[in-house]
C-alpha cells in the first residue's frame, strides 16, 4: 500500500490516529508504518477507507448473481457452492448474498458465504449480524427482512437459518488469499477506489485468482475487469466472468 504523505484527504485521515499512537506527525506515522508494516497495517486501513455499505448496494449486480445461480452450481461436481465477500465490512454485502441463495431455494449444506474484511470491528460486527433500524431499512425489502430476520435489541438480528450460510474473518486484502482458495463467486466491491494503481492490480490479481473458470467476479462501479473476464449481465451490475482457461478447455474436450 502506498501512501502519499503529501495529499491533503490522506493528511486529515490520519492526523488523529498520528496523535492517538503518539506520533507528532503524520509524517512520523507514516515512517512507522514503513519500517513496522504488518503491526500498523489495519490502523491505517480503518483510518484510510471508510465502512459505508447497505444490503443489496448494487441491486442490478444481487439479480444479476440469482439469475446465475443454476449455472454457478453446475459448475461445482459435488459440494456446496463458494462465495467470498472480500471487504464485507459489517456484514451486509455477505447476508444479501446469503439472502439470494436463500430465496433461490438453496441451504447451507448447498452454499456457503465467506466474508471478510481488514477491520476486526466490522467483522465482529458482521459475525453478530445485528442491525439497527436505519441500517436494516437500508436497503432490506420488509419481506426479506421479516423472512431472515428476527427482531431484537431495537434492531433486527440475522436469523439462525441465514447465518447458517455465512462465516466471517479477518482478511487484509494486501494479503495474498489462502492457497487453493476458490470460489465460485467473489464480490469485490467498492474498496478498490482507495488504492493507489499498482496496489490495486495487484489485489485484482490475487482476487481474480480465486475465481473458478466461468465464476463470477462483482466489482465497484468503474472498477476495470482484470484480464479474462467478460461482463456478465448488464453494464450496471459491475459483474464479470471468469472465461475458460485453455487447460480446462482441453480438459473437457478431452
Ligand atoms: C466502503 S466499504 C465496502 C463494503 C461492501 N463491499 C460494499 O460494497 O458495500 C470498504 C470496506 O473495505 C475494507 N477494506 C479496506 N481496505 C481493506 C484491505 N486492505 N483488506 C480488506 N478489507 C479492506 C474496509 O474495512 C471497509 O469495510
Known amino acids: 500500500m502506498v501512501i502519499d504523505p503529501t495529499n ?12 492517538e499512537l503518539g506520533h507528532a506527525s503524520v509524517d512520523s506515522l507514516i ?24 444490503f ?24 456446496s457452492l463458494r462465495v ?26 448447498q452454499a456457503q458465504v465467506l466474508g471478510t474484511d481488514a477491520s476486526r470491528e ?3 460486527r458482521a459475525r453478530r449480524g445485528h442491525y439497527t ?15 431472515w430476520f428476527e427482531r431484537a435489541d431495537a434492531g433486527w438480528q440475522a436469523s439462525e437459518p441465514l447465518r447458517r450460510f455465512t462465516q466471517f474473518r479477518s482478511h487484509n486484502l494486501l494479503h495474498r488469499p489462502a492457497a487453493g482458495s476458490l ?12 488504492f493507489d494503481d499498482s496496489t490495486r492490480e495487484r489485489i485484482l490479481g490475487h482476487v481474480a485468482g480465486t475465481v473458478t473458470d466461468g465464476g463470477l467476479l462483482g466489482l465497484g462501479p468503474g472498477d476495470p475487469a482484470p484480464p479474462g473476464f467478460v461482463l456478465a449481465g448488464p453494464p450496471a451490475a459491475s459483474l464479470y466472468r471468469r472465461q475458460a482457461t485453455r487447460r480446462a478447455r482441453v480438459e473437457r474436450s478431452a
Open 133 to 147: 433500524e436505519l441500517e436494516a431499512a437500508r436497503g432490506l425489502p420488509a419481506s426479506v427482512k421479516t423472512r
Open 183 to 194: 470460489y465460485e463467486l467473489v464480490m469485490l466491491c467498492n474498496v478498490l477506489i482507495y
Open 56 to 79: 443489496f448496494r448494487n441491486p442490478a449486480a444481487f439479480a444479476a448473481v440469482r439469475s446465475e445461480i443454476p449455472r454457478l452450481r453446475e459448475l461445482r461436481s459435488g459440494g
Open 84 to 109: 467470498w465477500s472480500a471487504a464485507c465490512s459489517s456484514g451486509q454485502e455477505a447476508y444479501s448474498v446469503a439472502v439470494t441463495l436463500g430465496e433461490a431455494g438453496l441451504d447451507p449444506s
Open 8 to 19: 491533503v484527504r490522506v493528511k486529515r485521515a490520519l492526523s488523529a490516529l498520528a496523535h
Open 31 to 54: 515512517d512507522a508504518a514503513r519500517t513496522r508494516r504488518a503491526s500498523i497495517e489495519p490502523e491505517l486501513i480503518a483510518a484510510l477507507t471508510n465502512n459505508e455499505t447497505r
Open 122 to 124: 466490522a467483522v465482529a
